[in-house]
């Protein structure tokens, strides 16, 4: 029996999160490193028949001429993080993964973005339905060159400015129609990656705040194919832990008066965020979950800045400032220094890994179970961690 | 019909957990304060017909010879809470309640803890057997005067050496035979107070690392007299936030690497923990709470250090160090600076409603459900605070 | 032969550091206080036959209709800070002062601010001239009605946002000729109020980064009545440090790549501060002092956010990453808790307890050697801390 | 003419400090780095003819068989420090000197240091006498197989355990008359080095808080040879901020209450300050400034604890209380994150540069000057950072 092949195809294939997660899985199948930061390696998921990483086969689309070797060095260099003796056991499986990556598109996704490269500029789509169409013969060449059994298209690109939705927004057919003449406004990128990806009945996940397929019309279409999909925004850092230091707050009766997170960080995320628009979306989803984990509405304040020299380190530090008993006013800090990459690529491959799960059972839709790894959970409003890990874990109950 | 009165008799009364506990429920009562900090509070526990504020009735025992308003007014000076108004409006029930105040036995307490008074030393009982008949007359004195229907002794006294059981602490026939010659070694103070309460079939609640109630002789000894008990080491600050944070890294698969955890304060607490011994009670509940959740041993390094001037702010520095993806480093610092007393005392007014309720329903024995009030759980192996409080949730559910 | 009165005019008198130079001044004289916080009682400032704080006489001016009484009170309820016991002895004095303050001016102080108060709205000066006149009418009032021999106006009011100087602004001439129809435009409130005291002869010194004397003409305004001057902007918490830190690094040739300072707090000025134009004025003086003291510029980043519930109590957490040999990169954070009136106020008093000095002395002009009191020290470049205190000290031994 | 060839022999080689020094003159006579982190290297020490990196011959003595290169693998694989590419292009270096590394001497290192390593274990001098023969003869080979003009033996080896000078060691003569039947009692190790070094003329820095050097005894014989010697105990992390801070809380009039410093770091220095003895050496001379600076004793709490997973990194939690105007309380707290070698090295590097310019001036005896590198600054009372960095500039200016 040929062994099940599992296609990750990865929007925004040579940034932070796309080399360490093409890293990873190589190291993994080689036996190079340890499980540690997968959660579908802890015991609970052992019985779920979870595709191993050997199983999987990487590819992409991407904005910047580059490859996954000289993004690892890259990170080498400005981080300090990735053993130069790793990259250079895993540097065939990168080239190979490298030549699987095609140019991706810019329409909708900004001016910030598109600065950051111009692979594929010189036969750049005109209109929405031309974007899609590419993007989908791409994803169709990969599946059958590489004999793809399920092909889950993951986006780890970076982070677009919010957008306003609009009537058509609401309705498939609406959308559908407006594709032929769709222009900038119609849709951000990473909505035309989820279409492309949805129309050909592939699995969609949008580990990014960026729309993605969070619009009714893709709902619908991603009903009418059959398709499984998820999200969105990984919960990596200073938002996990609101999520796991809210509920305490909660639970003790204690008064959060005001919450305030300062986040600097360098790497290329931090270039776009560094224009406001784009940083909006990211600010919201990391401001939104306290208040709906305490109930009522505390002082919050959230910053993102970008720092170069930080590189891939993302240094949190965040003051709660709470009242106890008797009104009396008392403070917590703390400060997150996490590797923003290494923090994000384990989650990404724990997500493709449980939705090949739901795809091995035959389901279809939005994979709810999955909320404990977003910021901004879709389909769910449950914002407390541990609740989050209960659903998933009682999703696994049922499931093995 | 006459309201229910609940006695809630107060080990180390005029200590800053007493004082505070003493004041709250004064000003609850009056409707000085709003109900932030407590537990029960919250909706969830709306329909378990706790008793409220008014009908707890304090009084205690003390090796001090000092009132709940002097108490109030050291720590309004030395560490800034307590407003002064409050204070004003509460004083009369303060009055009251240190009156209902009487002299304590030392007998096993330790000299660090000997020291810090001498009240009731003219007339020290000799023995255990001396002591116990002494402190279980106070409480049936008080039972009888103030027409308490549910009695509740509850320990805030200050932390003693840790202490090494023996066959004769494994059967109470044992222990009670030997009460009668028994002398400083035989048991800590603590112990004396639980046998007093439980033998008169009182409830007995330990918030405190001292032995208390924790020995097979006493369980027997409850059993028989049908008595409610629960602890121990009341769950407040640094050690909550460990079986909060512990949680997290255990789900996300992050390798702990070690947690080093730094304590400064300066109640009288601190004069207590500041003489090794009694220090390497507290050191041991708070370190092994890491273990338990994360299912491995972590390097863990715990120091509480007595600062004066710290007062009774409780300042916690832990440095968590990790290993992510492809074995990465990171490291989460928390600083937390919590009051010590008015983190506790609002925990310390919830157990004790809570065994109200059981008393109401005529349950007897360990109250398992309790957990998460305490550093040292007894009869749970569980640490991790949210299974803790689903376990005390499941409790409401069942018996609301 | 009669006592020398020092009197102090305070600008912005019932808020923060107004009302805390005023309590202070009073418990200092009832030596109910110790001097702690006051640089000029350090042993080495015994010799310069500084004023008592017996000998001064405070007034002021204010566009909110209080008390220092009030404000103190509002002190006490929203930061916890000034003993109510304190207050209490100190009433008498706190009530005579406050009937010596008057109504001032809003003309150019910018909308925020205006919304802080209606105080003498009613008698609104038209133009800059009547706003001057009115000022120095009421400096002369106080003088003759209190038999003043040194006034010194000391402007402690609300940071304006900052000001672009035009030509107007270069020869007093030629502004003195544009005060008669002078609006909103030409100057800001504090240099009106500068005007008015330096026109009068009277000692000015401005401990904001507002305006005031800082501009050309003025500096000649106060050249000509042989006025007595000194700022900008006191240096009180974390601008001090980064002055006391930044020549480490620099004398231990690490390379400082960058450094966020984020600070909180709650305190009026934080309302004022909340809009974007005011705290521009504060980020740029607290901006620029490490850039100053290292020789180059290492990205910096300063946010001052808003957060009521802070009180008076500023936090600021630094972040300074920097590279030592080999071009290691590390880090050191600092947080900083600091009551920011109880920072400010004893440097309010010893610059005018050492401009006392001046003026006994015969002196004139720009007082540079009181840079250290200073993030913007007039007159001088050096911003290291212990430089400016060493110019101190040599000034000390010098006047001695 | 024939460039000056300057000896720097290293006790302690292969440990941390010992292999960053030598790879750091290695990586700077190659010009592959940056001068960062050296203080020598700034503009103000231009003119002292300094000896360049080129002419540094490094040598030295330890006692765990090892090499340079397999000392900076370990500390790649361990802390994440030390490229790749930088080791490899220094390996021949680093060879030639691991080759000049001589078996060192053991008696009275105390039991943890020798636990350590056993090179040279079959012939260990049995007394004193033999040890400093063997090591003065080490230091002589050196001399002359190298053609040293100036030979500088520097301590870089772990901690050892304080000691308690008695009458011997006040006076030469009689602790020479000693030596020869001198066991682990007479002096520890690191006094025989010092021995060695200054019988034979040569200069002898301390970098560590062991005796060395410092008692009368050997004074006396450095004056007889006109050798020159400094120390102690090189001022790096934690220390240095105490030094750079205290001033600033002395300079403002505020009262520090309590000063509490945690330390936390894993390299092998750390196995040697795990016991307890050796710890109180480095314990003491972290604690001493604080007191020193301020002029009054602050309550202090110093520890430093051995956490294998920190590696090279220390990382230390200082919390400062401290009264303000009014007497009121606030806080500061740090976390400095450094590598301790990269800290130390270009120091150890400074004094060695240093030293070299007094030999070329014919000067002998302690160096004062250097105060501002050291914990414990020999024959100096000053730890004021900045008045000690003002020191060594007015050597500066004096000597060029």
Known sequence: ???????????????????????GLSALSRG???????????????KLGLPEAAQFVVGGHEIRESSFVDSAEEFRKNSGIFDADLVAACRDDLAAASARVKPGVKLGAGPTIAKLGTWGDESAPRTAAEAVDRLEADLA???????????????VASTEPPFQTRDVHQDWNALNAALADGGEDLLPASSLYAIAALRG????????????????AIYQLAES????????????GETLLKTVLAPMFAHRNLNVMSWVGHNIFGNRDGVVLDDPSNKASKVDTKDRVVTSILGYKPQTLVTIEYIPDM????????????QGFLGTKMTMQFTWQGCDSLLAAPLAIDIARLADVEKQRGRRGLMRHLSCFFKGPEGVEE???????????RYVAQSA
Request: a neutral charge; hydrophobic letters at 40%.
């Open 1 to 23: 029996m040929t062994q099940r092949r599992v296609g990750l195809w990865l929007v925004g294939a040579f940034g932070g999160v796309g080399t360490t997660v093409t890293l």
């Open 32 to 46: 190079l490193i340890k499980s540690t930061g997968l959660v579908t390696a802890l015991p609970d998921f052992g």
């Open 141 to 155: 060449a990969f599946v059958k060159a590489e004999r793809i059994d399920h092909l889950i298209v993951l986006c």
């Open 201 to 216: 009945g592939h699995t969609y996940l949008n580990f990014t705040p960026s729309l993605g397929a969070s619009i009714p």
């Open 225 to 236: 194919t059959g398709a499984l999909h998820g999200g969105k925004d990984g919960k990596t």
């Open 311 to 322: 590189g891939d380190w993302k240094t949190a530090w965040d003051h709660i400032h709470f």
């Open 383 to 393: 914002n407390d961690f541990f609740k989050q890990y209960d659903d998933l874990l």
